[in-house]
T-cell receptor
């Protein structure tokens, strides 16, 4: 297992387009998290899955954002009708059931032009 | 939810000296606190977890303290090296269920040779 993988690493899109990001967590980890980070800030929580169930969503996650984790394995984060304010690094992390720290992926950097 | 404060100004120190970073939090006292390292363009990397009943924890050149009375954690790097230059983030569980973490804004450390 090579850790948490995120794809793509970079995405440039025009305002109004839809984008989808993928995260492959560590296979033994049942917990998966999405965070968003802008320059000079710490990661902000977006949503949390335990297995395939989405248990928590931040108020930051507007109705343009949706996340799924079918079969409790990989996860996707979709942003519809992107806005310039969506430009950020989108980070995925996973952890075991009673884990210690999170293992983060390298992130997907989204630029909306 | 927690509010976490880390010094947003960069900390510049000379190689070989001890770096000390501060993390202050408000609201309830968490069951544990975590520290992460983040390099530019990468996801955070977990370093240490300290529980509320632990005053101090060490890992190689790293030492973390946790004072629940002061609502503060200190992160020390002894015998610092230029390779220690990075942003260091503290993180606490967002609620008593501890399902996800809230991160501070991070402190950038620069170790000069």
């Amino acid at each position: 297992d090579t850790g948490v993988s995120q794809d793509p690493r970079h995405k440039i899109t025009k305002r109004g387009q839809n984008v989808t990001f993928r995260c492959d967590p560590i296979s033994e980890h049942n917990r998966l998290y999405w965070y968003r980070q802008t320059l000079g800030q710490g990661p902000e929580f977006l949503t949390y899955f335990q297995n395939e169930a989405q248990l928590e969503k931040s108020r930051l996650l507007s109705d343009r954002f949706s996340a799924e984790r079918p079969k409790g394995s990989f996860s996707t984060l979709e942003i519809q009708r992107t806005e310039q304010g969506d430009s950020a690094m989108y980070l995925c992390a996973s952890s075991p059931p009673r884990g210690t720290g999170y293992t983060f992926g390298s992130g997907t950097r989204l630029t909306v032009v | 939810s927690q509010k976490i404060e880390q010094n947003s100004e960069a900390l510049n120190i000379q190689e070989g000296k001890t770096a000390t970073l501060t993390c202050n939090y408000t609201n309830y006292s968490p069951a544990y606190l975590q520290w992460y390292r983040q390099d530019p363009g990468r996801g955070p990397v977990f370093l240490l977890l300290i529980r509320e009943n632990e005053k101090e924890k060490r890992k190689e050149r790293l030492k973390v303290t946790f004072d629940t009375t002061l609502k503060q954690s200190l992160f020390h790097i002894t015998a610092s090296q230029p390779a220690d230059s990075a942003t260091y983030l503290c993180a606490l569980p967002n609620n008593n269920a501890g399902n996800m973490l809230t991160f501070g804004g991070g402190t950038r450390l620069m170790v000069k040779p």
